[in-house]
């Protein structure tokens, strides 16, 4: 698989891989398969791996050094901190705000060495901007870990255009994570430009749209019951049913492309330009191979205009996380 720049530290494969869904969030999972996952990943030239504290809570980047170690050399590991974690609460419900604080940023930094199994996190994000710590002090605190040779690069995730210039400003910025797809556009309003003009590479998260861009969930009841998504806007009542019909028009252009619609979706993202890293979510082999063949798919300027009009934002039934969620992006 060919590779990609994010900031002038890392080279990964132009398509990553999200860990999240193998601990959290989207339902129960087979660690063993999982495990397969993962490695059958990097026989596939997939180099970039993105975790956090607070996936499982803990158990993901258990789970991803575990699979990851005996390739350690081959990967690039990315892991976040930045919420306050109630221990002994399962999944979501274990999120009891941000923390920004240096000292917690150095305190997660500590422990995620000891899950992951490493001696260097490769890259460290701060999963949510803390209105209450100044971003220069949270970073300076990560900078320190760069000099302590614990953290090879710095990152934010769902960051304004300001923050992420004041963050540069106190140590360079390696790479943003912010949710982007054909489906969740927010990004090009000012975030993608700011990370093509400071030499930052740009980290989609869900560049599926959760799953819903596959076009293999057709109906709620094929999410589980404990499955996240079920508590998201455009996966509710009337607003499911439409998005629904508007994967069917995606589905049907990927037919015209003879790839699948989960292909097509993520090259629009790959062609939006040279520093965008997506990392897609998958549990499963299929999935995975299917995924990463993406990464060839080559769109003409007139199938990505094409794509981008036939899902425009303006046409998605739904706000892509509650209201209380949202308010943490951004920022």
């Not at 860990?19 to 989207?26: D, I, P, R």
């Amino acid at each position: 698989m060919k590779t990609r720049k994010l900031g002038s530290e890392l080279t990964v494969s132009t398509i990553g891989l999200g860990c999240m869904g193998m601990s959290f969030a989207y339902g129960a999972a087979d660690e063993a398969e999982s495990i397969r996952t993962l490695q059958r990943a990097v026989d596939l030239g997939v180099t970039f791996f993105d975790t956090a504290e607070v996936y499982g809570p803990f158990e993901n980047e258990k789970l991803v050094g575990k699979a990851l170690g005996p390739v350690r050399d081959k990967v690039v590991i990315a892991t976040k901190f930045g919420f306050r974690i109630e221990t002994g609460v399962p999944s979501v419900q274990a999120i009891r705000g941000v923390d920004g604080r240096p000292e917690h940023a150095k305190a997660v930094a500590e422990a995620s060495l000891k899950r992951l199994g490493t001696d260097v996190i490769d890259l460290y994000y701060q999963h949510r901007v803390d209105p209450d710590v100044p971003i220069e002090d949270t970073v300076g605190a990560m900078a320190e870990l760069v000099r302590e040779g614990k953290v090879r690069a710095l990152g934010l995730s769902e960051a304004s255009a300001a923050t992420i210039r004041r963050a540069h400003k106190v140590h360079p910025i390696a790479a943003v994570q912010s949710e982007y797809s054909l489906w969740t556009r927010d990004p090009e309003e000012d975030v993608l430009a700011t990370c093509r003009e400071l030499g930052i590479g740009f980290v989609p998260y869900s560049p599926l749209g959760r799953g819903m861009l596959t076009g293999a969930i057709r109906k709620a009841e094929d999410l589980e019951a404990d499955d996240f998504r079920r508590s998201l806007p455009r996966f509710q009542a009337e607003n499911f049913d439409a998005n629904v019909r508007l994967v069917e028009t995606l589905q049907a252009l990927a037919e015209e492309k003879g790839v699948t619609a989960a292909q097509l979706a993520l090259a629009w993202v790959i062609n939006q330009g040279d520093f965008i890293v997506p990392i897609p979510g998958a549990r499963k082999l299929d999935h995975l191979e299917q995924n990463a063949a993406a990464a060839e798919i080559r769109l003409t300027v007139e199938e990505t205009t094409r794509l981008s009009d036939a899902l425009s934002p303006t046409l998605v039934a739904g706000k892509r996380y509650t209201d209380a969620s949202l308010a943490l992006t951004n920022r």
